[in-house]
């Protein structure tokens, strides 16, 4: 189908936006829209700055993930290592590159952009670009004063066995770990 007729006939507009929330990290909107066959219609949703998430590898096929108690869950994950931009205009990569480094200590010699992953489309407009780091160097962890979190290394053949196991619930980790083997897989260096 030509994506311009596909927009036409799937566009939802914006007839009115209030804001229900005005929170620290999520801005919740009710939005009043006009559908496609010209009927109006709700969505709510929540807003949120962006983030980024990365992927820290080694050269022996090591991941450096972080192990973080998840409120909304009760529950320990193990995670890759995340954060929320600072602002909507901050570079990603540079985001990317602050979060390694407050979270596991690493600098990372090689940064290459794996995609965005949009966790919960329907309801959530957060865009998470996700980063492979290679080339690692050790340094000190720079922890936030609300984060509480220990650095775990798995190989990255393991840590995609836990995720096709169905043991990593983050999806934002899940993709990370199953690009990076298909990019790997792709550049010849199978290790996972």
Not at 41 to 65: F, K, M, S
Not at 141 to 162: G, I, M, N, Y
Request: net charge negative; glycine share 8%.
């Amino acid at each position: 189908m030509d994506q311009n007729k596909e927009w036409e006939q799937m566009r939802e507009t914006c007839v009115s936006s209030e804001l229900i929330f005005d929170g620290r990290v999520v801005h919740l909107y009710r939005d009043v829209i006009r559908l496609p066959n010209g009927a109006d219609g709700v969505r709510e949703y929540a807003r949120h700055i962006g983030a980024v998430c990365v992927l820290p590898l080694d050269g022996d096929g090591n991941v450096y993930c972080v192990r973080q108690y998840r409120y909304p869950f009760a529950e320990i994950l193990t995670e890759i290592p995340a954060g929320k931009l600072d602002s909507k205009t901050e570079d990603r990569a540079s985001a990317a590159l602050r979060e390694l480094r407050e979270e596991t200590g690493f600098r990372a010699g090689n940064l290459t952009h794996l995609g965005d992953f949009y966790s919960s489309p329907a309801i959530l407009e957060e865009r998470i670009s996700m980063y492979l780091a290679e080339d690692l160097t050790a340094g000190e962890t720079d922890f936030d004063d609300d984060e509480f979190l220990s650095v775990v290394k798995l190989p990255l053949e393991e840590l995609a066995d836990r995720v096709q196991a169905g043991l990593i619930p983050d999806g934002k980790t899940q993709a990370a770990v199953m690009r990076t083997v298909d990019l790997l897989r792709r550049r010849g260096e199978g290790r996972a």
